[in-house]
T-cell receptor, first 115, second 110 residues
Framework: GAVVSQHPSWVICKSGTSVKIECRSL??????MFWYRQFPKQSLMLMAT?????????EQGVEKDKFLINHASLTLSTLTVTSAHPEDSSFYIC???????????FGDGTRLSIL | RKEVEQDPGPFNVPEGATVAFNCTYS??????FFWYRQDCRKEPKLLMS???SGNEDGRFTAQLNRASQYISLLIRDSKLSDSATYLC???????????FGTGTRLQVTL
């Protein structure tokens, strides 16, 4: 089945650091990928929709200059959390839509802890 | 009002029990419906899609009532391995965006 790989799975770093998270579709081409964030005991919240070759579409309340998204190829989207602070600590998950149809396939997630 | 609402639980049931989860959604234009399962500190995994006619996959039965904007999941003969959080997920059809409920936590005990 379709596989989405996310890297790294765990990041611990100091406040002010920028962190890049990669999301790869391993056996299919994904023109659209999605980035979610999940705080403890809360639902997954869509942050942005990443479109290959064009600008990402951000959800209301998500700062595009804070969360930089690049979708330069059909198999790779990256999310960079710039100048991360403790309040950015969360579980970040990407997903990709298999062009053969729904549903979305999720990466393993990245647990980000900012000290 | 939240777009997708679920009872957070937890539901604590003994092995072998039957348990049902409910979910309501607010957007009547929603087109696709799913149940996902999420284990602690893991990514969500698709359990099953939900169709208007109702559908079954082994011990799991999902139903959709479009008129009431209501979705259900029934688990029969619960196993310890069913312990997880069950997420009700709705696609409104806009660029395949999924909206997740907060999830219902199930704990199956001996």
């Amino acid at each position: 089945g379709a596989v989405v790989s996310q890297h790294p799975s765990w990041v611990i770093c100091k406040s002010g650091t920028s962190v890049k998270i990669e999301c790869r579709s391993l056996d299919f081409q994904a023109t659209t990928m999605f980035w979610y964030r999940q705080f403890p005991k809360q639902s997954l919240m869509l942050m942005a929709t990443s479109n290959e070759g064009s600008k990402a579409t951000y959800e209301q309340g998500v700062e595009k200059d804070k969360f930089l998204i690049n979708h330069a190829s059909l198999t790779l989207s990256t999310l960079t959390v710039t100048s991360a602070h403790p309040e950015d600590s969360s579980f970040y998950i990407c997903s990709a839509r298999d062009p053969a149809g729904q549903p979305q396939h999720f990466g393993d997630g990245t647990r980000l802890s900012i000290l | 009002r939240k777009e997708v609402e679920q009872d957070p639980g937890p539901f604590n049931v003994p092995e072998g029990a039957t348990v049902a989860f409910n979910c309501t959604y607010s957007n009547s234009a929603s087109q696709s419906f799913f149940w996902y399962r999420q284990d602690c500190r893991k990514e969500p995994k698709l359990l099953m899609s939900v169709y208007s006619s109702g559908n079954e996959d082994g011990r799991f039965t999902a139903q959709l009532n479009r008129a009431s904007q209501y979705i259900s999941l029934l688990i029969r003969d619960s196993k310890l391995s069913d312990s997880a959080t069950y997420l009700c997920v709705v696609n409104t059809g806009t660029a395949s965006k999924l909206t997740f409920g907060t999830g219902t936590r199930l704990q199956v005990t001996l």
